[in-house]
């Protein structure tokens, strides 16, 4: 895609988005014009209003909905910030700009002719507004143009149009591909690959060593991280990687309960963002390892594992009881083995024992015998 | 520089650092033969053996050191954890690898036979031996090829050649090169730029919004971001560009005594990490802003003021009295300025006044006017 099918695209969305925008301040005046009092409907983001969805195997966000009303003493506030960050986000559409959470609210924060109140004491209010209008337009923020932080790489051999740039993830060095907050189509763009499958691996660290080790090379594949706990952008890049070159994808985390709903972020989506899910998640993500059976098989030394704590076996029967892990039996028969284990082994133990075993030995052998959860 | 070039270059650190390291187990070796009890020589990192080199103007570590010896009940088990990640850092060199500083900790990490102790307990312990080795062979990790995490970005009319991939960092879209931990010679090369200056502001944000508008292009500058308290690649890579191709380096942070701190470990250093300070420091850099006089003169509204915290007092009296701002009148009136003040002022705020307002006004007027301190 060239620089100016890149912005065919995004004066496309801003021209929809405008008009979203539009709409909801053309309510309210209508309502005002027949003397009603003027609200917005804001979808629940509460867990009540999440929900497991069976057939496509992702979380949603329900229907459930608030009435957000001007004439309200609690409400009257966030009605009017409402209005407010809607109206500010029509600025930032205009000209495709990105803007940061920070930015915006001070773009919103102003005080109220006549009295000592701020219409914003803090970011926290308007991050929360913005997420309201996501919920309200149907929309990511990232295609309003609002930008956090990003920490996620992508190295193998495909080319991405970023902003107008040709870039060859291939050619990136040690560097690879800095994963950007906004990865929506306009902005980042690819039409094909010759790569067969998308490795994530949990840390920033493994991601290097195999990056050196030319990993993505040698199995064809593309190699990518989210530094931990994945940002937005990375999530969505992998979801869309996914689904517009249709390749499969296997994660690769500790062996440990904070690495498996790691896993399950990426497959799922996480109950805090469900109404990013659908545009997130990619709920047939296979699971490569660091699993029970990998410690035996190669011989992981006892003083490499690392004793759970308290709130590490809490967390497995939290997540074992989670919907979409309740019913199934490998990942119930995994979290009885890492209870009963009492311990946690970390992707990086395999370093110790050779720094390419993990290109060489580890990953060949659970690719080549298929040695993974679905 | 082309990769086999590069190659070059690695192979002699390499020689050199294994030169290094082996002779630091043939002193040791020699001491037994004599009957000697065997130590090695740890540089003092403690700020008692930190000081201000007035001349070159930044922190530097003095010619403090501890011995640290075999037999000593106290020292005994930090002098083996010494001699084994030495050790273990001819493997990693061997083969220019880059390794993690946990994956490095599990290499080094074993039981001893016989006993229950284990060599290391814990990652901290494993970070400390690394950096008392650096102070005993007078190199950086980086340079032995120890990686950390990174978070740096850099975009601009300059080449790389990065692990033999040549990246031009005009052509990275709206990702910009993720600068990696490590950014040394052999790994990371340039040669020219036609760029006149290097523009580094705190914030990635803000680095994202000047990216986008291409404020580097318009103002032949290459344009990098520390996303806040900057990280060792960062600065080790403005040091490189700053000295090795003679750019002027400008520092743009919030007005704010965290910023300025940013802004001072940029310039002279950071106490911590005095023995990485002449590799990283850039005396001479000058600070844009954000200042007192900016407020004024761009009409930054009171509600963009955020109080200033107590912490955030007893930080600028800290601060003002360090050896490299307690006799410099500019630093010490600006100190003053902001504490009757009493508020903090983001570079975030000036993107409420315009999304382009920093790249068409307020960047251009301050290198216009030349309204930086020294």
Redesign the interface.
């Known amino acids: 895609m060239k620089e100016k099918d890149q912005q065919k695209v995004r004066l496309q969305l801003t021209k929809e988005l405008n008009e979203k925008l539009i709409e909801i301040g053309k309510n309210v005046i209508n309502q005002l014009k027949v003397y009603e009092n003027p609200n917005v409907n804001i979808p629940l983001r509460s867990l009540s209003n999440v929900y497991f969805d069976e057939k496509d195997r992702l979380l949603r966000m329900g229907n459930k909905a608030t009435e957000r009303t001007y004439f309200n003493l609690s409400q009257s506030k966030s009605f009017m910030q409402t209005m407010l960050v809607a109206s500010k986000l029509r ?2 559409i205009k ?1 495709g ?7 915006l ?3 919103c ?3 109220i002719p006549g009295t000592k109140e ?1 219409t914003f004491d803090d970011q926290g209010e308007s991050d929360i507004i913005i997420e309201d209008i996501e919920g309200v337009l149907r929309v990511l923020r990232e295609q309003i143009g609002i ?1 956090a ?3 996620g ?1 992508l190295s193998g051999d495909i080319t ?8 060859d993830c291939g ?12 990865v929506e189509k306009g ?2 763009d690819f039409s094909k690959t010759k790569s067969e499958f998308i490795l994530v691996v949990e ?4 991601w ?2 195999l990056n ?1 080790d030319k990993f993505w090379k040698k199995k064809n594949c593309l190699l990518m991280t989210g530094g931990g706990q994945p940002d937005r952008g990375t999530r969505r890049l992998l979801h869309r990687l996914h689904t517009e070159l249709d390749l499969p994808v296997y994660v690769f985390t500790d062996m440990d309960i904070w690495g498996y709903y790691i896993y399950s972020v990426y497959k799922q989506g996480s109950i805090n963002l469900a109404h990013f899910s659908e545009n997130a998640a990619v709920p047939d993500a296979k699971f490569i390892g660091v699993k029970m059976s990998d410690v035996e098989r190669f011989k992981i ?4 594992w690392i004793p759970m704590k308290k709130v590490d076996f809490k967390r497995v029967k939290e997540i074992a009881a989670y919907d979409w892990f309740k019913e199934d039996k490998a990942w119930q028969k995994e979290f009885k083995k890492i209870s009963d284990f009492k311990h946690v082994v ?1 992707q ?2 395999l ?2 024992k050779g ?2 075993f993990m290109s060489k030995e580890y990953l060949p052998f659970k690719f080549d015998t298929k040695d993974w959860i679905e």
Not at 97 to 102: A, D, N, T
Not at 160 to 167: F, K, P
Not at 171 to 181: C, H
Not at 203 to 206: F, G, H, S, V
């Open positions: 600025e930032v000209d700009s990105h803007v940061g959470l920070r930015q609210f001070y773009m924060k102003q005080g701020n930008v932080t990003s920490k790489k991405l149009v970023d902003s107008g740039d040709e870039i050619k990136l060095g040690s560097s690879g591909y800095g994963i950007p907050s906004i902005v980042v840390k920033e660290q493994t290097i060593r050196q030394p006892k003083n490499h970390e990086d133990v370093v110790a720094l390419d």
